[in-house]
């Protein structure tokens, strides 16, 4: 195997893996895991209000 022919595997390779990526990232059952993972930041925010606020409660 010449360097020409296993740039050419490589790409192909490469390629293929883009593309398993691209449709894993935009599939209907990755979607609703996307979602809930963006949102954590809001959820953590709002659980740190919550336990500054209990603590000047006492």
């Known amino acids: 195997?010449?360097?020409?022919?296993?740039q050419g595997f490589l790409?192909?390779?490469v390629m293929?893996?883009?593309?398993?990526?691209?449709?894993?990232?935009y599939s209907?059952?990755?979607?609703s895991k996307f979602d809930e993972a963006a949102n954590l930041v809001f959820t953590e925010?709002?659980?740190?209000?919550?336990?500054?606020g209990s603590g000047d409660q006492k």
């Not at 195997?1 to 296993?6: E, I, P, Q, R």
């Not at 925010?45 to 500054?52: F, I, N, Q, V, Y």
């Open 1 to 6: 195997m010449d360097y020409g022919t296993f």
């Open 11 to 13: 790409t192909i390779v």
């Open 16 to 25: 293929a893996t883009f593309v398993g990526i691209f449709f894993w990232a």
């Open 28 to 31: 209907k059952h990755s979607k």
């Open 45 to 52: 925010d709002e659980l740190a209000k919550m336990s500054k």
